[in-house]
T-cell receptor
């Protein structure tokens, strides 16, 4: 089956620092990856679509300069939360598209 | 814009019984896909079942089946012989069909609000 990994699974950082989250498709190439944010007991909110070799497409209301996305290869996309603040604390999920979307296990970010 | 609505924030079922989760959607597209995803306490999203809009036959995966009513834009999930492991949050999702160039936001999913399913032993 198609496996997507995320690293780290959880991270705690201080306010004002930057955090990078990696999303990898382990056994397939993904030209498109997606980044979601999820609050407890709520739905997934699409933040951006990441395309290999081109700029990410951000959803309305998502700050491009705060959430930097880089799709460096067909198996790796990264999300960097810059100058993180407590309100950025959330669960971040990536997915990679191969006919359908396969989801990573998520990353819990806590900003102190 | 496409919207997906799940009107049941929470549902409960007795083990071995049957439960149906509701989902409605709104779209002007004729080619699309519908999905049910399960998110257990681990928070790993798991694909439960998928339905192509052009197929009249309802999709079935073991104990999981859907009732796809295209004209009514309804897509409910039936879980038969419920098991304790079925306890999770369930999301209905929509994706536009076609084979785009892969750029921009092609292939993105629109999710419903989710339904928390509790299974009682």
């Amino acid at each position: 089956g198609a496996v997507v990994s995320q690293h780290p699974s959880w991270v705690i950082c201080k306010s004002g620092t930057s955090v990078k989250i990696e999303c990898r498709s382990l056994d397939f190439q993904a030209t498109t990856m997606f980044w979601y944010r999820q609050f407890p007991k709520q739905s997934l909110m699409l933040m951006a679509t990441s395309n290999e070799g081109s700029k990410a497409t951000y959803e309305q209301g998502v700050e491009k300069d705060k959430f930097l996305i880089n799709h460096a290869s067909l198996t790796l996309s990264t999300l960097t939360v810059t100058s993180a603040h407590p309100e950025d604390s959330s669960f971040y999920i990536c997915s990679a598209r191969k006919y359908t979307q396969y989801f990573g296990p998520g990353t819990r970010l806590t900003v102190l | 814009a496409q919207t997906v609505t799940q009107s049941q924030p929470e549902m409960s079922v007795q083990e071995a019984e049957t439960v149906t989760l509701s989902c409605t959607y709104d779209t002007s597209e004729s080619d699309y896909y519908l999905f049910w995803y399960k998110q257990p306490p681990s928070r790993q999203m798991i694909l439960v079942i998928r339905q192509e809009a052009y197929k009249q036959q309802n999709a079935t995966e073991n104990r999981f089946s859907v009732n796809f009513q295209k004209a009514a834009k309804s897509f409910s999930l039936k879980i038969s012989d419920s098991q304790l492991g079925d306890a999770a949050m369930y999301f209905c999702a929509y994706r536009k069909g076609g084979f785009g160039a892969g750029g921009t936001s092609y292939g993105k999913l629109t999710f419903g609000q989710g339904t928390i399913l509790t299974v009682h032993p």
